[in-house]
């Protein structure tokens, strides 16, 4: 599933956003689909992923960021609320096979990434 996320953007403190991520020619049927994040010296860090088990989100992600998806399960969304600095990073989304998986939070999990684009907060 090649994965085509939104583009990169600069946001000012408090701002919200709204990230896409699409299965080009194909829908998210059978996979696992999660957000994740990666700041300059860190590995990527998951935020969201939707499987059959539903919604699960990373601590860092409650209460900030809400994940969809679209009706034709092709696109998922990450909604970003009152962003803060620290929202500043590469976001990506990343697939794997249901069942494939322990953890779909984990990065190593993962099987196909798409390429990832920076998100900028400042004032």
């Known amino acids: 599933v090649p994965l085509v996320e939104s583009g990169g953007k600069a946001v000012r403190i408090g701002e919200s956003l709204r990230r896409s991520c699409v299965a080009s020619?194909?829908?998210?049927?059978?996979?696992?689909v999660g957000w994740f994040r990666q700041v300059p010296g860190e590995g990527r860090q998951g935020l969201s992923c939707?499987?059959?088990?539903?919604?699960d989100y990373s601590d860092f992600a409650k209460d900030r960021f809400t994940m969809s998806m679209n009706d034709a399960r092709d696109t998922v969304f990450l909604d970003m609320r009152r962003l803060t600095p620290e929202a500043t990073a590469v976001y990506y989304c990343?697939?794997?096979?249901?069942?494939?998986?322990?953890?779909?939070?984990?990065?190593?999990?993962?099987?196909?990434w798409g390429k990832g684009t920076l998100l900028t907060v400042s004032s």
């Open positions: 939707l499987s059959t088990s539903g919604f």
């Open positions: 020619g194909d829908t998210f049927d059978d996979y696992a």
């Open positions: 990343a697939t794997v096979i249901e069942g494939d998986y322990t953890d779909c939070l984990k990065s190593y999990e993962m099987a196909r």
